[in-house]
């Protein structure tokens, strides 16, 4: 089955610094979606991106599907964008979402 | 709009006993609903895939006659484990997906905290 890593696992940031996250997929994807897992397990949709890129108040994603890869920017980070962050895909004429390995935010004042 | 809740959010059980879940769409027709189990510190793993009126289909490993997953109606899915043991402790969450409104999406509840003694 598709293979998805996201980069890096664990992030630690300063309330006001901008990171970029990374998802890799191992195969060609029909959608492409993020989501924050807050801190009491609740996900929380940010973006159906499989193509192009969308941007959302602070957040912005980029998804270059023939290259395999979204990239999900956070600006302007405060302590309430700690979580997991996750992409998921779902592939060919399925309806399964495959979830990659999360990264880990904690944003510090 | 799009939002799901679970019923119970935390539960602890017996080991041997059955526990009973509850996905609830609040405000679509969820035309499909998934099953999520996650284990601390790990990304969410798909048990099942329900459509309304029809039977789950279960992913590889996954033992259908332990985790009955029943999708009566267009707003409700349940998953009941059976004769719980210890292992089966994990964060259970489900997703619904409205195929007629936005069919690419699925929207997640807030997860229910198995706990097996």
């Known amino acids: 089955g598709i293979q998805v890593e996201q980069s890096p696992p664990d992030l630690i940031l300063q309330e006001g610094a901008n990171s970029t996250l990374r998802c890799n997929f191992s195969?060609?994807?029909?959608?492409l979606q993020w989501f924050h897992q807050n801190p009491w397990g609740q996900l929380i949709n940010l973006f159906y991106?499989?193509?192009g890129t969308k941007q959302n108040g602070r957040l912005s994603a980029t998804t270059v599907a023939t290259e395999r890869y979204s990239l999900l920017y956070i600006s302007s980070s405060q302590t309430t964008d700690s979580g997991v962050y996750f992409c998921a895909v779902i592939t060919g004429g399925g309806n399964k979402l495959t979830f990659g390995t999360g990264t880990q935010l904690k944003v510090e004042l | 709009g799009a939002v799901v809740s679970q019923h119970p959010s935390w539960v602890i059980c017996k080991s041997g006993t059955s526990v009973k879940i509850e996905c609830r769409s609040l405000?679509?027709?969820?035309?499909?609903m998934f099953w999520y189990r996650q284990f601390p510190k790990q990304s969410l793993m798909l048990m099942a895939t329900?459509?309304?009126?029809?039977?789950?289909?279960?992913e590889q490993g996954v033992e259908k006659d332990k985790f009955l997953i029943n999708h009566a109606s267009l707003t409700l899915s349940t998953l009941t484990v059976t004769s719980a043991h210890p292992e089966d402790s994990s964060f259970y969450i489900c997703?619904?997906?409205?195929?007629?409104?936005?069919?690419?999406?699925?929207?997640f509840g807030p997860g229910t905290r198995l706990t097996v003694t």
């Open positions: 405000d679509f027709q969820a035309t499909t």
């Open positions: 195969d060609s994807v029909n959608n």
């Open positions: 997703s619904a997906r409205d195929l007629r409104l936005r069919p690419y999406e699925q929207y």
């Open positions: 329900s459509n309304e009126g029809s039977k789950a289909t279960y």
């Open positions: 991106i499989p193509s």
